[in-house]
């Protein structure tokens, strides 16, 4: 009920998709899986509201940081404004450059196997 308050007084809702940057990828972790509870807690911490209360929300990469690892912000609206979402992260997208460049190889595994 209080997700739905504010959300009558606002179109969006923008937070850092996580309180931290990305983490490194640790070595072997692609094979073998990563799993720190607490920390994953602790990086979900603007995730959760979306997700418990059903939000449509949206993470557009923004930019990286000095180690080229993503940053992200996140959009979060009200149900059944999905395009108020899309429209924002355009222009989000829009205003951050047309290009991200990718982590380095060794931080990042594409699972996708795109360039």
Request: aromatic share 6%; charged share 15%.
């Amino acid at each position: 009920a209080q997700w739905r308050k504010v959300l009558d007084d606002v179109d969006v809702l923008l937070t850092p998709t996580t309180p931290m940057t990305a983490l490194a990828r640790p070595p072997q972790s692609d094979l073998v899986g990563l799993s720190d509870t607490g920390l994953f807690v602790q990086m979900m911490r603007f995730i959760w509201p979306a997700n418990l209360v059903g939000l449509p929300g949206l993470a557009v990469p923004i930019n990286v940081d000095s180690d080229g690892l993503p940053l992200s912000i996140q959009i979060m609206c009200g149900h059944w404004h999905e395009a108020d979402c899309l429209s924002v992260g355009s222009v989000i997208e829009s205003l951050s450059g047309s290009s991200k460049p990718m982590p380095p190889g060794d931080l990042f595994v594409n699972l996708l196997g795109e360039e």
